[in-house]
């Protein structure tokens, strides 16, 4: 558990280390302030006239899609591209324990840039009439919600990283892989006439268990969703370790 939480600080540290973390949480930020508040969109609080923050969990799924594989595109890539992947396995650490600890630290960094993100649920409680008059149940599951889809987005892009030391290449696959599991099962389920089997697959697609959590009703269902489809990612990453 200590070589976990020592990795997941290292990785942690490592992102806000440099410029750049810093650059890619403010474009993430900037795109939903964005879409909230200035372009005039469906979204845009402002311009529909009312105190709701629906448009906010119905863009940043998308958002998160370049957000998270920009976070992990580093994490074993770059160790790769400079050497230190050999040292890394040297230590008496497990590749079970570098996989963990590395989703750990780069889901630290989007709690991060989801604090954020409680500045605007308090700007619109403000400017809703009465004052706090702002469905928090919908609130709270949604982000509920985007805890899980963002630990999934994780698990995706280290395993991208894992196996190549292209870190543009770690990104752009991450996050098509993302996009894919976001709405690919929808597009799928498209093809056939409405019922269960058009259902079924749609329940194989993170947006189904992501609009369920994004109610404010936590199932069991999604959670188990979510749970099983971050392990997959995880274990199919420590395979990748392994036979390197």
């Known amino acids: 558990m200590k070589q976990l939480i020592t990795i997941a600080k290292k990785e942690f540290r490592s992102f806000f280390g440099s410029i750049f973390g810093y650059i890619i949480l403010a474009i993430f930020l900037l795109g939903g302030a ?14 529909n006239g009312y105190a709701a923050l629906d448009g906010l969990f119905a863009i940043t799924p998308y958002l998160f899609i370049f957000l998270c594989p920009a976070i992990t595109m580093r994490s074993i890539a770059e160790e790769r591209q400079q050497g230190t992947l050999e040292l ?5 650490v497990t590749k079970r324990q570098i996989v963990l600890g590395k989703s ?13 993100v409680l500045v605007w649920f308090v700007s619109v409680s403000l400017l809703a009439s009465p004052k706090g008059n702002v469905d928090s149940g919908a609130f709270w599951g949604s982000m509920i919600g985007l805890l899980f889809l963002s630990s999934i987005y ?7 990283s894992s196996f190549t030391s292209s870190q543009i290449f770690a990104f752009v696959l991450g996050a098509t892989l993302s996009f894919l599991m976001l709405k690919g099962f929808d597009f799928v389920s ?31 269902r999604d959670l188990i969703y979510f749970i099983i489809a971050t392990s997959i990612f995880v274990v199919a990453t420590i395979g990748v370790l392994r036979r390197k």
């Open 34 to 47: 964005l879409f909230l508040w200035i372009f005039p969109n469906q979204y845009n609080i402002i311009d």
């Open 88 to 92: 890394l396995f040297a230590r008496p």
């Open 104 to 116: 750990l630290g780069s889901w630290a960094i989007v709690l991060v840039a989801l604090v954020f």
């Open 154 to 160: 994780i698990a995706i892009g280290i395993f991208t």
């Open 190 to 220: 498209l093809l056939f006439v409405k019922g269960n089997v058009s259902n079924l697959i749609a329940s194989l697609g993170i947006n189904y268990h992501y609009k369920s959590i994004s109610r404010g009703v936590v199932d069991s």
